[in-house]
């Protein structure tokens, strides 16, 4: 009985049945195109536009808002390390990143372009990469994925 609802929470899970410590790293992945933007061009663009292009067909986002990105930054334990973790603060580290779900990404690949204005609508970058999206990683299944990165001069794979 119990290993029966352990098999049923790891298939709902989507981890592999390799025992009950066994953890699917691909469970909350999106399926669709994460755009990392480069400090300082992450300063000056408040939008994001992608569009993906596979087998003679396109697929566009629509303006997609640029959020802040930031880091964990370990804060010191006042009463020396723990056991455990003691915390953590976002720092932000002056780049801006935006997704595009995208549902039927192809595990093969595809062409993305990118677009970035400023907040008045002026176009700041536009560039396009090719990009192999990710699927499977053999121990649980993924939704297909990919990601860009503008730095102010090009748009690469991530």
């Known amino acids: 009985m119990i290993a029966a609802a352990m098999a049923a929470l790891c298939g709902l899970a989507a981890c592999s049945l390799r025992g009950a410590d066994a953890v699917c790293p691909g469970a909350a992945v999106r399926e669709g195109v994460a755009v990392r933007v480069k400090a300082p061009l992450a300063q000056r663009a408040e939008t994001a536009t992608v569009t993906v292009c596979w087998d003679g067909r396109c697929r566009g986002s629509g303006p997609l808002g640029l959020m802040p990105s930031s880091v964990a930054v370990p804060q010191d334990c006042p009463d020396g390390p723990p056991e455990g973790v003691c915390g953590a603060s976002a720092s932000p580290t002056g780049d801006a990143h935006a997704f595009f779900d995208l ?4 595990s093969a690949p595809v062409e993305v372009a990118v677009v970035l204005r400023d907040d008045g609508g002026g176009k700041l970058f536009d560039r396009k990469a090719a ?24 748009l690469a794979p991530a």
Do not use: M, N, S, Y
């Open 103 to 106: 549902k039927g990404l192809p």
């Open 131 to 154: 990009v192999t999206p990710q699927g499977v990683d053999g121990r649980c299944p993924q939704p297909p994925h990919a990601a860009v990165v503008a730095d102010g001069a090009r």
